[in-house]
């Protein structure tokens, strides 16, 4: 009799050791999975980190150009001579587009006079002090806005995303 209790006993024993191992190892597994999978919730993309230059080097109302996200993707940054939306800086006034034309992908060109974007193929016109609104033409989106960060101690302007689409592509990052 007392060999049967405890035989029980020792079944009871392993069966709670066994569920306890068991229990351990699914969540050991299920929290590599986690680790491994991409997420696919996300609604970011992982745009690069691209240098733009430096807020005291730039000059007001004179682009600089750069490339962003890739090479194949031209754009410039523009020191405005006010603070405008999405602006970066010490006066909140540096703001970023790409300059392919969102009606066919034509390279924009910054009246200077005007304070805006003119593309030469239909004449759209685009604010840059407006989020590179569409004015008039052809166009019907605005000119995609590269969010720009500024780090305050290096005076370094960052290009860290792209509000809107890049004429041309299914997504921003190819
Ligand atoms: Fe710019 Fe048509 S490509 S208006």
């Known amino acids: ?19 306890a191992v068991g229990t351990v190892g699914t969540h050991a597994t299920a929290e590599a999975a986690t680790k491994t999978k991409p997420n696919l919730g996300a609604t970011t993309l992982p745009y690069p980190s691209t240098a733009v230059g430096k807020s005291r080097g730039m000059k007001v109302l004179t682009p600089v150009s750069f490339n962003y996200p890739d090479a194949a993707s031209p754009c410039v940054a523009l020191k405005m001579d006010s603070a405008a ?18 009606h066919m992908g034509c390279p924009v060109s910054f009246d ?8 030469p193929c239909h004449y759209s016109i685009f604010d840059p002090e407006n989020n590179g609104q569409m004015v008039c033409g052809h166009a019907t989106e ?12 290096t005076d370094s302007v960052t290009a860290v995303g792209v509000n809107g689409l890049i004429y041309g592509r299914q997504s921003n990052l190819l």
């Open 1 to 19: 009799m007392d060999n049967q209790v405890s035989r029980r006993a020792f079944l009871k024993a392993t069966t709670a050791t066994v569920a």
């Open 142 to 153: 605005n000119l995609p806005q590269i969010d720009l960060k500024y780090d305050a101690k």
């Open 85 to 102: 939306p999405g602006g970066v800086g010490p006066e909140g006034n540096i703001v970023a587009y790409s300059i392919l034309c969102s």
């Open 112 to 119: 200077t006079d005007a304070k805006t974007f003119k593309c």
